[in-house]
């Protein structure tokens, strides 16, 4: 199994972009904290980066932004590829599966409302 499950919160807004297919994507960067804190009592907190595809990219782009809290459902993956000066380079990254809201019964009900709304927008 391939599977990752992380809680945090995004350290920037998510901008949707489009492969040049059409094929809709976005990136993003989350601080996850981990479950205990350094001999100092601090909280430890990891940067981890994301990509997701279609109907979740546009999902994500639509209902979060910086700051806010998500739950991810994701696969774990090694990009490589070779920089400019011809130095193989290599990256961890989550591709997401889906996605959870983790923030106040308030913001979920405000996304629920405007997701009512789009519904209704439908042509069918």
């Not at 595809?53 to 910086?66: G, H, P, V």
């Amino acid at each position: 199994m391939n599977e990752a499950n992380q809680t945090g919160r995004f350290t920037a807004d998510p901008e949707l972009r489009h492969t040049g297919d059409g094929t809709p994507v976005v990136s993003f960067t989350l601080a996850v904290d981990r479950k205990y804190k350094d001999a100092s009592g601090n909280r430890i907190t990891d940067f981890f980066d994301y990509v997701a595809w279609k109907s979740t990219a546009e999902f994500i782009a639509r209902y979060f932004t910086k700051g806010k809290k998500i739950l991810v459902h994701s696969s774990p993956q090694v990009r490589e590829w070779t920089n400019k000066e011809g130095e193989k380079r290599r990256n961890v990254e989550f591709v997401v599966d889906y996605v959870e809201f983790c923030d106040s019964p308030s913001s979920a009900n405000n996304v629920l409302e405007q997701m009512t709304e789009v519904e209704e927008d439908l042509p069918f």
